[in-house]
């Protein structure tokens, strides 16, 4: 019989300065145990999202201050981290993606912290990990992940078109694995054109592999050259490009064994912490903030990532979902928000596999902040 995991949350009130978010997050990372994940001169990696140039959503620099000083607290030495993106946006190669950062704030001055970007400068470092799965026997996970002695995980929770949600297992997934790891995530769902295709080129402009072209007065696609970084997607002005959903599924247990290859060799020394604010329907990928769904909720922490995201995702269905918003359908409390916008995706899928290959539990209890 398996435990529950816990789960500690922290509510947005506040009347005292002793009770601030700043302070709540620091109480969460010593109630929740992430205290004891960090040793002595540990070089702990900060997995975040600086977020794209034009993104707002992303979790607050001073928030991260927060996990930066209770690090130093405990000795350890943090540097904040992410890798480059597979689109070719503000975040490509560490140049760009270090500019992008301090432009969102996250500037030494204000983190407290070095920003290194894991997987070098062109998304080249980086190292395989033999995890023996379905999908994958190796994974490619970015090198300064795996040489840091522990990390502390700090996730946006929000919707994503590919996966229902983004929260600890995706910023794992996607967020610690290098460029061609991102390819070997994506590779079975590239994108498709529509009849809506009015043949107006934008796409072919945009995409990075120069796989796309006019033909027969409708943009097509070379599928050998395309690395599915769905660029085309976002930018489709005519909403004429889409994914084969049925083949969704698959993409979330590549994206679980992913995760799995980023932490199988840090069992013990990774902490997570969630934040439920700003939840917007899309990734912090996108260079732009939508209205939130929902109202924000809280912050929660864990060393269970399985659970943390349940636990978020069934706190974001609880709540009644804003009118004003991408929401298209699921308002009512208990409805799910995620399936509101994302009508295809049954996020559920990624957490029953990540359960089934061992990265945590769905059982979960609330502990709520003292």
């Known amino acids: 019989m398996h435990m529950s995991s816990k789960v500690?949350?922290?509510?947005?009130?506040?009347?005292?300065?002793?009770?601030?978010?700043?302070?709540?997050?620091k109480r969460l990372f010593d109630e929740s145990g992430l205290n004891k994940l960090v040793g002595m001169n540990d070089l702990t990696a900060i997995k975040l999202h600086f977020g794209e140039k034009g993104n707002d959503s992303f979790i607050k620099p001073i928030f991260i201050r927060s996990v930066v000083d209770k690090i130093l607290e405990n000795r350890g030495k943090p540097f904040l981290t992410d890798t480059n993106t597979l689109y070719y946006g503000s975040r490509h190669n560490s140049a760009d993606h270090l500019q992008t950062a301090i432009l969102n704030g996250f500037d030494y001055s204000v983190v407290g912290?070095?920003?290194?970007?894991?997987?070098?400068?062109?998304?080249?470092?980086?190292?395989?990990?033999?995890?023996?799965?379905?999908?994958?026997?190796?994974?490619?996970?970015?090198?300064d992940i795996l040489s840091s002695d522990s990390m502390i995980v700090m996730s946006h929770f929000k919707g994503h078109a590919m996966s229902g949600f983004g929260g600890a297992l995706k910023n794992l997934a996607m967020g610690c694995a290098s460029a061609q790891g991102k390819i070997e995530q994506h590779e079975m769902n590239k994108p498709v054109i529509t009849?809506?295709?009015?043949?107006?080129?934008?796409?072919?402009?945009?995409?990075?592999?120069?796989?796309?072209?006019?033909?027969?007065?409708?943009?097509?696609?070379?599928?050998?050259?395309?690395?599915?970084?769905?660029?085309?997607?976002?930018?489709?002005?005519?909403?004429?490009i889409?994914?084969?959903?049925?083949?969704?599924?698959?993409?979330?247990?590549r994206m679980m064994e992913y995760s799995y290859g980023a932490v199988k060799d840090k069992m013990g020394k990774v902490g997570y912490i969630n934040f439920l604010t700003d939840i917007t329907p899309d990734c912090d990928c996108v260079p732009w903030s939508d209205a939130p769904l929902v109202p924000d909720i809280g912050i929660l922490a864990s060393t269970d990532p399985v659970a943390l995201d349940y636990a978020s995702y069934q706190l974001v269905n609880q709540q009644k979902g804003f009118k004003d918003s991408l929401l298209h359908d699921n308002h009512a409390e208990k409805s799910d928000k995620f399936k509101g916008v994302w009508k295809h995706v049954d996020a559920v899928i990624q957490l029953k596999y990540a359960e089934e290959i061992g990265l945590g539990t769905m059982d979960y209890e609330i502990i709520n902040l003292k």
């Open 8 to 25: 500690y949350f922290a509510d947005l009130r506040s009347r005292s300065q002793f009770d601030n978010k700043v302070n709540k997050i």
């Open 113 to 143: 912290a070095p920003l290194i970007i894991a997987d070098g400068l062109q998304a080249e470092n980086w190292k395989p990990v033999e995890v023996g799965l379905k999908h994958f026997k190796k994974v490619k996970i970015a090198g």
């Open 195 to 240: 009849d809506a295709c009015t043949a107006c080129g934008v796409c072919i402009g945009e995409c990075p592999t120069y796989a796309m072209y006019l033909q027969d007065k409708k943009a097509q696609i070379d599928l050998d050259m395309c690395i599915a970084c769905n660029n085309c997607l976002e930018l489709c002005p005519d909403s004429a």
């Open 242 to 253: 889409t994914l084969n959903w049925e083949d969704i599924p698959v993409f979330m247990e």
